[in-house]
């Protein structure tokens, strides 16, 4: 009955969190354009940021309320892989590769989100030998340093690379209407923030009774369902003709990801969170930033074609998540 009960629960939360994700993301892209800001940064920073409240309240309530480390670890390194798995899905969706119809200024964001991703791998690999500040680990400071300084650097490269930013006027903005778009916004978050506090309590318990373990259910399971949001706006986006908001997002969602594993630093008391990480998680690190790198690859290549329903590199990041989840339930 317990089981029964975590599996309706489970699926209550996932299906609230999509239905106010898809919302968030409508009044998100909203309040751009009531506000003039840029629709490619609002994918990088503000869509990726709504789109990740999930993982933040999932990771926080994980270690500070079912006190279940690699639960939230496994959310976190698991969302990174299934939002670039979300590649290969919109690559289906299109006639010619995605990656030949954005921007290749995006490699510099998922150059940052290789760098944010090492450092977590590393914050994990030498959890023994890092200092803690009274049980936050010294590593933590850092990918809040980095996290800052390449948000910082996208925003001027950005900036130094998009010519309409230039030549962006002024929007003459109907205070009322915003308003009204906030509190909406507003709203929506309060069920995601809501639905999401839940998510680990089921998830810990199918976990223990399916026999599948924290780290595979997490990286699986839990990640695809607090990544559900990203994959309907991604996929919105694609439909209006916003591909590179809808990579951006991607990319920004995997960067912000890697700062809410240090936000999950702070609110876990059993001292440093990286130590209490299972080095199963590490498997998990290295394809997301083998992952990266195809990705990169092809939006420096740029294929004009493809020869089957996927492009080469959109096939590849396929193989590449089909055979994590294999390995990671081999070693459960």
Known sequence: MEVLESISGFIFCSAAIVYAGIKLSFYGDRIAEQTGLG?????????ASITSLPELITGISSVAIVNAPDLAAGDIFGSCVFNLF?????????????TSLVRSTHVFAGACGIILITLSGLAILL????????????????????YLLSIWLIFKFENRNDQKAKEKELVKTDSAALQKTLMRYAFNAFIVVAAALFLPYFGNILATQSGMGNTFFGTLFLAISTSLPELVVCISAIRIGSVDMAVGNLFG?????????GIDDLFYRGGSLFAAIHPENLI????????????????LFK??????????????????????????????
């Open 86 to 98: 979300i590649l290969s899905i919109l690559d289906v969706l299109l006639k010619k590769p995605i």
């Open 253 to 261: 969602s995997n960067i912000f990801n890697i700062f809410i594993l």
């Open 303 to 332: 294929a004009e074609r493809k020869r089957f329903l996927l492009a080469a590199d959109a096939f590849i990041i396929l193989l590449l998540y089909a055979g994590l989840m294999i390995l990671l339930f081999i070693l459960k």
């Open 127 to 146: 959890s023994a030998e890092t200092p803690v500040i009274g049980w936050i680990s010294l590593m933590t400071p850092v990918i809040f340093i980095v």
């Open 39 to 47: 629709k490619a940064w609002i994918g990088l920073i503000m869509m």
């Open 284 to 299: 998990s690190i290295l394809f997301v930033i083998i992952m990266t790198a195809v990705a990169a690859i092809g939006l």
